[in-house]
Nanobody, 115 residues
Framework: QVQLVESGGGLVQAGGSLRLSCLASTSLFRIEPMGWYRQAPEKQRELVARITSGGSTNYADSVKGRFTISRDDAKNTVYLQMNSLQPEDTAVYYC?????????WGQGTQVTVSS
């Protein structure tokens, strides 16, 4: 069983920044890969960014150049640095990780960007 706890969401003006954190209850080396998804009202959940244990990353086209995913294995934490936020980035952001055949999800953290 793995627990993922997100934090760092909030309300920010367009052009601002936020950093999300995802604390895992187990070593990140057991969870492969780690990622962030988001879900806006009345929209499907979509991948935002993903990072492997080796540090390889991939991003949704809509966030490339603005968001950065990183990990601190010593702290069992994955981060999502979000810069140049836009109203269309408003969503609930979820941390996820795969261990074995199961995907684990956090409870989500709300990000609201005002224009």
């Amino acid at each position: 069983q793995v627990q993922l706890v997100e934090s760092g969401g909030g309300l920010v003006q367009a052009g601002g920044s936020l950093r999300l954190s995802c604390l895992a209850s187990t070593s990140l080396f057991r969870i492969e890969p780690m990622g962030w998804y988001r879900q806006a009202p009345e929209k499907q959940r979509e991948l935002v960014a993903r990072i492997t244990s080796g540090g390889s990353t991939n991003y949704a086209d809509s966030v490339k150049g603005r968001f950065t995913i990183s990990r601190d294995d010593a702290k069992n934490t994955v981060y999502l640095q979000m810069n140049s936020l836009q109203p269309e980035d408003t969503a609930v952001y979820y941390c996820t990780g795969n261990l074995g055949i199961r995907d684990y999800w956090g409870q989500g953290t709300q990000v609201t960007v005002s224009s």
